[in-house]
């Protein structure tokens, strides 16, 4: 299977820091371990990906990806926070594809 070289640019916002990040597509399994290996941040996405614990909540505009359907347990696991925006979703969820190009994506805390 080849994959898409076009790079995947886009910017994480967390602790009033603003990080630009470069990934490929295929390149990680998802935001959430993204996120991980590239800021290193404690207690997020502690449910490792399944959905559940809510600790790697995100904020995505300026990207298709709020508009994508939620699968899984997403749904369930963000109706239990009471969030009110259609534009949070748990970073475990979101794959790394062209969609998250020039996408601003705010880290919950």
């Not at 916002?13 to 597509?25: D, S």
């Amino acid at each position: 299977m080849s994959y898409p070289r076009n790079p995947i640019v886009f910017s994480i916002l967390y602790a009033g820091e603003e990080y630009h990040l470069k990934t490929f597509w295929g390149e990680y399994r998802d935001l959430r371990a993204l996120i991980n290996d590239q800021l290193s941040l404690e207690d997020f996405g502690q449910c490792g990906g399944i959905g559940r614990c809510a600790t790697c909540m995100v904020e995505i505009s300026g990207s298709e990806i709020e508009a994508l359907p939620m699968e899984r347990n997403e749904f369930t696991t963000l109706s239990k926070q009471h969030t009110g925006s259609a534009k949070v979703r748990l970073s475990c969820q979101i794959p790394i594809n062209d969609d998250l190009t020039n996408a601003v994506i705010k880290i919950v805390e």
